[in-house]
């Protein structure tokens, strides 16, 4: 991947037969950077490129659709197969080979017995975040491609809240990044508490508290109760990259 947020060569996982058409590069995949994650927390990326090829590519390692997506769209079937064979990767640095990552009924990964992750894709980019339960509780992890100015002013009032615009105008940030930035955090939020509260929730459900723009984190507050643990005023940690095309951002339970 072209990204210097990515490791060198040496830190890749690499296929075995590296001879494979240059349209396959998203079967390379890199562990990718963010600074300053708790212990035990890897996360893995690739590229990928949507067509046939791709999907007989990939069924090589062991990656398979499940039964829900096989008339599912080609571009559905390999953001799946993208995702998974992330996620596998992230496992193998745990030195477990567990196979395919399976899907549950609400469409979320069904990871291992003790294991905790999340995966993301956007436009060509997969990402899987996976912890140990033992040491990182939670895992929400997603990437966006940055929004113009423009939308972001016409979509502000629907992802905003007006503490966050306080914020934007108090620190001089550029709507367009401030914007992208907030979806993406609140969205990897979402993934991060669905499964544990159940229901759903929107935009104006969480704000943004704090940004440090050196360590690249953030903290997200509730502004309602989601359940009885994650009642309004609870507080997550985050931390987020910049790539030329996309935002990417974790936020993490302990």
């Known amino acids: 991947m072209d990204n210097p947020l990515l490791l060198s060569s040496s830190d890749r996982h690499e296929p075995a037969d590296k001879t494979e058409d240059k349209l396959l590069h998203g079967l390379v995949c890199e562990k990718f950077n963010f600074d300053g994650l708790p212990e ?17 590519a990939i069924g090589r390692f062991g990656i398979a659709l499940p039964k829900s997506l096989m008339s599912a769209r080609t571009k559905r079937q390999v953001e799946y197969l993208a995702g998974r064979y992330c996620a596998t990767k ?24 003790g294991f905790t992750g999340s995966i993301t894709h956007s436009k060509g980019l997969a990402i899987a975040a996976l912890a140990s339960g033992s040491k990182v509780r939670l895992l929400g ?39 992208t930035l907030v979806f993406s955090a609140k969205e990897s ?52 990259q910049e790539l030329s095309d996309h935002i990417v951002t974790l936020v993490y339970l302990v």
Not at 40 to 56: D, F, K, L, M
Not at 142 to 154: H, I, L, Y
Not at 211 to 229: A, I, N, P, Q, V
């Open 189 to 240: 939020l979402y993934k991060l508490l669905r499964s544990e509260t159940g229901r759903y929730f929107g935009f104006h459900s969480a704000c943004i508290t704090s940004l440090d723009s050196e360590k690249r984190s953030f903290t997200l507050m509730l502004t309602e109760s989601l359940s009885s643990e994650f009642s309004e005023g609870y507080t997550f940690h985050g931390k987020y």
């Open 40 to 56: 035990g927390i890897e996360v893995t990326a690739t590229q990928y490129v949507v067509g046939e090829q791709y999907i007989q």
């Open 90 to 113: 992230s496992l193998e640095q745990f030195d477990q080979k567990h196979g395919s990552i399976g899907i549950n009924d609400d469409g979320s990964p069904d990871w291992p017995v």
């Open 141 to 179: 992890l997603d990437a966006e491609q940055w929004v113009s100015a423009v939308r972001a002013e016409k979509l502000s009032r629907a992802i905003l809240l007006d503490r966050e615009e306080s914020f934007l105008h108090d620190q001089s940030l550029p709507l367009d990044w401030f914007f």
